[in-house]
């Protein structure tokens, strides 16, 4: 079970695949030259989108194409009142947070009414990287500690200090000297594995058990940071762990380990750019699902429908020490027409009850998976909350992950006009996470694409 | 001359000023409580705008302001073609880098047109802080060395790296332990200060002399550097010193500092997020005006008036060591709406001649505020390039900064209905600063506002 150089290589397209490509594809792929080799382009046959609606995506071509991957696009592609909300805020004015505007405060309030009272304070920027750099900031100088605890495959963002939080960036990126990392929850295999806890007799871990065991590895972690003179500053972790694989159940596990973060010091940060905003169907954050109030609440991506807009919320004695004494300013963070954006995304939410879609309809998914397991054994396990579903691809008989077979049925997949991607530390878990309007229809669209795929492959 | 404790404290608006204003001001600024204490206002009396349009902001009870601050608005609050274009795009598709896509594209290889040919590769990000970021990261990884060299009062970003190397923001800010300060290429008082150079018998600098001072303060950082054992990675400057104090001339000065920078083995790192995009009025970017090839070129705030968007250009060979071992993803970076927005701002500069526009009126403006001079001492010096121009107001009769009567220009000026701001080391230099499309009918406002200001304030 090797462990992949980097995640983000998992399904990429390389120069070397140009060759069948139709003329407009190869010319493009080429083009994107100009860009360097840093960035990654899905597929062997890259796709080639032009436009978007609800869960469905077009090509230029005119193709139509389901989408089980974009979460940015989280009240569905193109939302006519997103649209509207931008063009009119843009068409106004869009200035900064210097000036006072009624958007960001009204927004402000009504982001924070949806979390536990006590995270009472809110800082806006443009991507879930800035989040994460400022909240670590925020809580070294409030911890007075450095050290911050990720998980093994984690992914919490591109900026110098985030990137070396974000093991999953492979093996040639720096991680930083004072941060640790604990194994993932991965209730898939971590018993046997690592020493874990024993699941009951019928198979299922409970939240107490796994949560002293994950517990147990932050006190670890803890104690090494400490024998090379480093204190303690925050465990920073998404509470779904998705880019580890998908990691929601127990419900619960968690309680244990912020209490042991809280007890040695630090302070937790709650990486909402993937659980949050309905996602998971059971709560608007993900915290919430697991029970726990965090000290920090960091989101990106869904948070206002592809313009670039992040969060940081805190307590207010967390967030203190730090922008007390420094100014802060983010020139579009917070301005005008990104609120205007992400007030139209939190309206849509309510209105069309994007948490209860997420609830039922991921229920009617994670069904509909599962009832494939039976005919295809290389399906090893479904696990998930609300639209964010992991489907482990393994050696049938085994849990020994099958990367390779997970991405020739991604290839399939996008071939039978579904796009999605994979996950996990050994890159073979699909990672089905669709806009949250995705619909029972959609379910079975995408269940007889990925019947067709599995007969295609042949398993 | 006491050096602030922060560059940003300069005219922000406190609590204890709050008497006074009308309800609704008080309202919003008591609101703001929720935003925490990083975030400044700007002025005594904060303003509240709901409206902008060229170089002209409303206030929510109709009044209008002239704006000389404001350069993310660089073709014109809400220009029309850049309102079509988002709205347009926004309606039609927005997803991000992993698919293909003509705007990305058409966009990289049109601003990559402005440049010189040896920057040949371009990286989108979604601010400012994000390009900086990147940009340390590849000169570190291309160089193999830590250190980086800035400005005394140089500000390059709000990330945890980027932070560290903003000493503009004040002594609560930890720098990096890496980085080194050079004395601001300081025309008016550096010679008398720093042990500099001699101004000819007119009292000017050659650009020879002048760059030769700078350069030996390159060489001293990067000998106490290699005494720390730090090895030179970059120099990072804005090449017209904006937060330092507006330091355009002598034109050409930066030719031998560049070249000691190569010499002891660095990088250049331009920071455009002020010069560029035709501010200075006589090239596209600042560093052109310098007549210097950069080796990485960052931008961000002007280049699409408003939306989340910025840049990493770099020489192939500086990108490659980075960019051929290590993925970057930044999930809104450009996506189709900030490229569709970035590509309408530089088909209005072209379409408009923004830099013909900010040469013209930007030597009218420079001129106008020079014959102010002569009947008000206060006045320092008048100095900038195309439509940055800085103006520094001191004691009568002396060199010596006199940032309270700066501050108290400033907030005369916004009672007069013009904004504009200050920077510099004492923070006593007026940021003139305006959108590229102020006009003259906009200089004979300011200059009548200006002028009624001294006269109001008896200076």
């Given at each position: ?7 983000m290589?998992?399904?990429?397209f390389r120069?070397?695949?140009?060759q ?13 030259g100009?860009?360097?080799p ?7 046959r ?16 005119g193709?139509e194409?389901?989408?089980v991957?974009?979460?940015v696009a989280?009240?569905g ?7 509207d909300a931008i063009?009119?805020q843009?068409?106004a ?5 210097r000036?006072?505007?009624?958007n ?7 982001i924070?009414s ?6 009472d ?11 994460n ?11 007075g500690g ?5 998980t ?8 110098a200090?985030?990137?070396g939080?974000s ?6 990126q ?22 874990g ?5 019928s ?6 058990s796994f949560?002293?065991?994950m ?9 090494d940071m400490?024998?090379h ?7 920073l972790?998404d ?5 580890d ?37 059971d ?10 109030v ?5 989101s ?9 807009t ?7 004695e ?6 007390g004494s420094i100014p802060y ?9 990104c609120?205007a954006?992400?007030?139209?995304v939190?309206?849509?939410?309510r ?26 054994p290389?399906i090893g ?26 991405l020739?049925?991604l290839?399939t997949?996008r ?19 669709p ?5 029972d ?7 007889n694409?990925?019947?067709?795929t599995?007969?295609?492959?042949g398993?």
């Amino acid at each position: 079970m090797a462990t992949r150089s980097t995640i983000m290589d998992t399904n990429s397209f390389r120069p070397d695949m140009a060759q069948g490509l139709d003329r407009t594809t190869r010319r493009l792929t080429e083009e994107r030259g100009v860009l360097g080799p840093a960035y990654r382009l899905f597929y062997r046959r890259p796709v080639h989108l032009v436009k978007g609606r609800g869960s469905h995506v077009w090509d230029a071509d005119g193709v139509e194409y389901l989408d089980v991957y974009n979460n940015v696009a989280s009240v569905g592609h193109c939302h006519p009142r997103v649209v509207d909300a931008i063009a009119a805020q843009a068409s106004a004015l869009n200035t900064h947070t210097r000036y006072l505007h009624e958007n960001i405060l009204h927004y402000a309030q009504d982001i924070l009414s949806t979390m536990p009272r006590e995270l009472d304070r809110v800082m806006f920027q443009c991507t879930g990287s800035e989040a994460n750099d400022l909240a670590v900031r925020v809580a070294r100088t409030y911890t007075g500690g450095e050290g911050v605890i990720v998980t093994h495959e984690a992914y919490h963002g591109n900026s110098a200090l985030t990137s070396g939080l974000s093991p999953a960036l492979g093996t040639a990126q720096t991680l930083g000297l004072s941060m640790r990392m604990i194994p993932a929850p991965d209730t898939y295999r971590v018993g046997a594995q690592d020493g874990g806890p024993s699941p009951d007799s019928s198979g299922r871990w409970s939240a107490e058990s796994f949560g002293a065991w994950m517990a147990d590895g932050i006190r670890r972690a803890v104690a090494d940071m400490e024998r090379h003179g480093i204190a303690f500053a925050a465990f920073l972790a998404d509470s779904i762990f998705s880019s580890d694989g998908v990691y929601p159940d127990p419900a619960g596990y968690l309680q244990p380990v912020i209490d042991t973060v809280h007890e040695l010091g630090g302070v937790w940060i709650a990486d909402e750019v993937q659980p949050g905003f309905t996602r998971t169907g059971d709560a608007f954050w993900g915290f919430q699902r697991q029970g726990i109030v965090p000290d920090i609440v960091t989101s990106g991506k869904p948070m206002a429908n592809g313009l670039p807009t992040s969060l940081m919320a805190a307590r207010h004695e967390v967030l203190e020490p730090f922008a007390g004494s420094i100014p802060y300013f983010n020139t579009f963070g917070g301005n005008p027409v990104c609120m205007a954006a992400a007030q139209a995304v939190l309206d849509v939410m309510r209105d069309e009850d994007t948490m209860g879609n997420s609830r039922r309809v991921g229920a009617v998914f994670k069904d509909a998976l599962l009832a494939l397991q039976s005919g295809h054994p290389c399906i090893g396990d479904v696990r998930g909350a609300g639209l964010y579903i992991g489907c482990e691809i393994v050696t049938p008989g085994t849990r020994l992950p099958d990367q390779s077979t997970a991405l020739d049925i991604l290839e399939t997949l996008r071939m039978n006009h579904v796009l999605t991607s994979v996950c996990g530390r050994y890159g073979n878990v699909l990672k089905l996470r669709p806009p949250l309007v995705f619909s029972d229809d959609d379910v079975d669209l995408f269940i007889n694409a990925m019947t067709t795929t599995l007969e295609t492959l042949g398993v």
